[in-house]
């Protein structure tokens, strides 16, 4: 189930989003996300935004597919970067074994929890046997909206690994910190790297 909600919160967002995202320190899950990855792999930019992380990979030599449910983020990424963004709600993503990483930062944590693990499923037969995946998610649990009306699921670090296991994927590392969001709350986050493994899916 798509939030549109969510979507149009993004799409009127666009220009308070650039500017966090222009104050904001370096992002050193990307770096070390990056480090694990090899010159022309293709990454899923899966809920790219304006499309920062894709820019930094394909600086690195990467070959990349960002995506967003946002038109208006989608339009800007372009407009920005020329980076051929597309617009794409989760759900959508219906290739196999194409990718061989897929980077999901704060993006999935948008999706309805009845949806979760059908899009992990969807992820895992996209990418690459071996791939390398990044999860990053606020942690807690339940849902909610939060003042600007974006739908959010939390997850303990237990149930998210049990869903990344569940869907096929090797949990490798595990990243704990805190940020302040668009909506100026500052909440716990996740960031979890896991290799595919499709074998192990159930």
Request: glycine residues 6%.
């Amino acid at each position: 189930m798509t939030d549109y909600k969510t979507i149009s919160a993004y799409d009127s967002q666009v220009d308070n989003y650039l500017k966090m995202i222009d104050i904001q320190s370096p992002d050193a899950t990307l770096v070390n996300f990056i480090a694990r990855l090899n010159a022309n792999d293709y990454v899923l930019d899966l809920g790219c935004g304006p499309a920062h992380s894709s820019a930094t990979m394909r600086e690195h030599g990467m070959r990349v597919d960002p995506t967003d449910a946002s038109t208006e983020m989608v339009d800007l990424a372009n407009a920005t970067f020329d980076i051929g963004a597309r617009q794409a709600l989760f759900t959508q993503i219906d290739s196999q074994d194409i990718y061989d990483a897929i980077w999901a930062n704060f993006s999935l944590l948008h999706a309805k929890a009845e949806d979760f693990a059908g899009i992990l499923q969807k992820l895992n037969r996209a990418i690459k046997p071996a791939g390398i995946f990044h999860l990053c998610m606020k942690i807690g649990s339940g849902s909610k909206r939060d003042k600007l009306g974006r739908y959010y699921s939390y997850y303990s670090k237990a149930q998210l690994c049990n869903y990344l296991t569940n869907a096929g994927f090797m949990v490798d590392n595990i990243e704990l910190g805190e940020a302040t969001g668009l909506a100026g709350e500052a909440e716990p986050w996740i960031a979890i790297i896991s290799i595919a493994d499709p074998a192990q899916a159930v």
